[in-house]
C-alpha cells in the first residue's frame, strides 16, 4: 500500500533546544494513529512539520511522495487540518465558513457536511465570534472532514467537545477510515478515547517516537509482572526493556515494555517464584512509560 506519509529521520529545535530527534514513521489508508505524549512532549511541533509548516533542520517528510514544505494545492486538497487553536474567521458565520471551503474543496461533500451540522446543531446564522468554545471545535472538525481528505490531521480535536459530541466524532472518524481509506493522526489528552479509536500508537517521549506500531501488538508488550517469591527478591533485577520495578522482601512489580510470554517460565524459575501477568489500558501504559 502506497504510504500517504513518510517522515524520514526527522530533527527539530526552537532556538537551539531540541525538540524531536531520529522520527522515522509513515502512515497509509486505514491507518488511526493516536499521537501520545506529555505537555510540552513535541506533538504539534511534529503535526506542524507534518504539513509543512517549518523546514526541518534534518530528514524530511513527504506527503502523497512530495516534500511537505513543497506541496501545491493539488496535496493540500488531499489534506484535512483542525490545529490545537482554531484559525476561524470572527465575523464570518459559520454558514459562511462552511460556504467559502465548499466553494474552495472540490471534493466538498455536501450531504456530509449537512449531517455533521444538524447532529452538531451547530447555528449556522451566528458569526464565529458569538459562537461558544465547543461550538467552534465543532465547526472546525466540520471544515476539516468535509472534503473527504486522504490525510486529517487533528491536535487536539476534541478538547472542548462534550461526551456526546466525542462519542460521534469518533465514530465519524472510525468510519471516515475505514470507508475513505484515508489515514488520520490526532492529539489528544483523553486516552480512553484514543484507545477507542486508535489502531496504532505513536508515543512520543524525550523528542523520539518511543512506540509506533499496533495498539493491540502495544498492550500485548506492556505488562506489569506481579511476582511471589519464596525467598527475599534481589533489590535490583536488571531486566530489558524495564519501565519500572519496586521488590520488597519476598514480593516484587515490574513493568516492561517488550514481554514475550514465554519470559514468563525462565523468570519464574531463575526466581524461584510465581508470577502473575497483567495487560495494561492504554492510560496505564502511558503513565508507566512516564514513571
Ligand atoms: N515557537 C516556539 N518557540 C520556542 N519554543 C517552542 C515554540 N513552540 C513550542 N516550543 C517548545 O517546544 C516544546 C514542544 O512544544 P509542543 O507545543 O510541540 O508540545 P505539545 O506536546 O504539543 O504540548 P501540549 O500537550 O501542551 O499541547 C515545548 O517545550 C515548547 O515550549
Redesign the pocket.
Known amino acids: 500500500m502506497p504510504a500517504i506519509l513518510e517522515i524520514t529521520a526527522l530533527r527539530r529545535a ?2 537551539g ?1 531540541q ?1 524531536l530527534k531520529d522520527i522515522t514513521a509513515s502512515a497509509t489508508q486505514g491507518d488511526v494513529i493516536a499521537l501520545l ?10 503535526l506542524e512539520t507534518i504539513l509543512g509548516f517549518a523546514v526541518p533542520e534534518q530528514g524530511e517528510v513527504r506527503l502523497f511522495g512530495t516534500l511537505s514544505t513543497e506541496i501545491g494545492p493539488n496535496e493540500k486538497q488531499r489534506i484535512g487540518f483542525v490545529p ?1 487553536q482554531d484559525e476561524l474567521l470572527e465575523q464570518l458565520t459559520a454558514e459562511e465558513h462552511l460556504k467559502l471551503f465548499a466553494r474552495c474543496q472540490p471534493g466538498w461533500d455536501h450531504a456530509l457536511c449537512q449531517r455533521l451540522c444538524q447532529s452538531w446543531d451547530i447555528p449556522l446564522a451566528r458569526t464565529v465570534s458569538k459562537l461558544s468554545p465547543g461550538q467552534r471545535q465543532k465547526l472546525a472538525i466540520i471544515l476539516a472532514l468535509s472534503h473527504k481528505p486522504e490525510l486529517l490531521i487533528l491536535d ?1 480535536p476534541v478538547a472542548s467537545l462534550d461526551p456526546m459530541a466525542r462519542r460521534q466524532f469518533l465514530t465519524e472518524l472510525v468510519t471516515i477510515a475505514a470507508d475513505q481509506q484515508s489515514a488520520i493522526i490526532f ?1 489528544s ?1 483523553i486516552v480512553t478515547d484514543m484507545e477507542r479509536v486508535a489502531n496504532k500508537i505513536w508515543l ?1 517521549k524525550d523528542q523520539q517516537l518511543v512506540w509506533q506500531d499496533e495498539q493491540d501488538t502495544l498492550k500485548e508488550a506492556v505488562v506489569r509482572l506481579h511476582i511471589s517469591a519464596r525467598q527475599p527478591l534481589p533489590e535490583n533485577l536488571s531486566l530489558p526493556h524495564c519501565l519500572y520495578q519496586h521488590m520488597q522482601d519476598h514480593q516484587g512489580t515490574i513493568t516492561l515494555a517488550q514481554w514475550h510470554p514465554e519470559q514468563k517460565e525462565e523468570l519464574e524459575q531463575a526466581l524461584q517464584a510465581w508470577i502473575r501477568v497483567e495487560h495494561l489500558g492504554l492510560e496505564d501504559i502511558f503513565l508507566e512509560f512516564h514513571r
Open positions: 526552537y532556538e533546544r525538540v505524549g506529555k505537555n510540552g512532549a513535541g506533538k504539534t511541533t511534529l490545537q487536539e492529539s489528552h512520543l
